[in-house]
């Protein structure tokens, strides 16, 4: 796979207004993000999301670190035309609809004539804005789900091949999250690539290809999905319904037991070995049968948190 975005060992201090104390920002982010996939930025308020992604839009000089999209530096005039960018809190003129706030903006970015009108049509039905009845609505009267919808269908105006968005999926309801999940999962099918950042693991869980996990200015961890959820130890949980009781001690050879309910027992095998063995030995003693054999799977939650313990204790 090709990358699109090089990120080479970004920092950033932030200085306050009084004294010039220096307040963190991030430290030496590095990382890659491959042409056509959703990649999620993970981390809880203040980890440093938003600095890195301004600092990718061009928004934030980085102090030192690099980043190249497309091999065009971020200081290449060239660059800005490849990016479309929703940001954290998106303000919009409030006396414009959003036709004409679409627009002006499209106006800007070097649109024009029926193109232009027709790529609004297309963004406005993209993010679901259609349905609201918005022809003469003005922006004053949108709701939080409007905005970010807005926010988005501004953010891909250009029809830019790499949209980034900073928590996206912010202050929705359950159904409007879902609807913003589905147009980034629509954007990818078009083959855009999109870079977004959320405290919400579900969210990042159901739509990323790859995740990267920031904590306290830090990035401590970028991974496939499915490896970080992986089964990573080989442990297994199983439930056997054995014919006699008696068998019980036997198991132990297998696996801790967890608990006993008449003569069900709950095992946790720790190993693909024992797990063999512990089928091979059902099958020919025929003392029981397992009821329940799962992989004992780590979701997203308890790899986020298990990270930041360690991210914490570091003192990073
Ligand atoms: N303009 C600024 N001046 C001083 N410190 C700042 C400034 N902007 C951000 N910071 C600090 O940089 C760190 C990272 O902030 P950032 O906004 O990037 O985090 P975030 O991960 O986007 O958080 P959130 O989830 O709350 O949006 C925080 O400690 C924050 O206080
Ligand atoms: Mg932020």
Redesign the pocket.
Known sequence: MNNILIVDKLSKT?R?AFFRIK????DSISFTINEGEIFGLL??????????LKIIVGILRADTGKVLLNNISVNDIEYKKLIGFLP?NPYFHNYLTAYEFLNISGSLLGLKGTKLKDRISEVIQLTGLSRFGIEKMKIKSYSKGMIQRLGIAHAILHNSPFIILD?PLSGLDPIGRKEVRDIILELKKNGKTVLF?S?ILQDVEMICDRVGI?AE?ELIRVGVLEEMLANPKGYYEVKIELQDRDNISELTRYGNIIDIEGNKVFLLIESERQKDELIRMMLVNAKGRIIKLLPLQRNLEDEFMSLFKIGNNNEK
Do not use: D, L, Q
């Open positions: 932030y306050s307040h963190r920002g991030i981390g809880p308020n203040g980890a440093g999301k938003t600095t890195i954290e928590e950042s405290h920031i200015g």
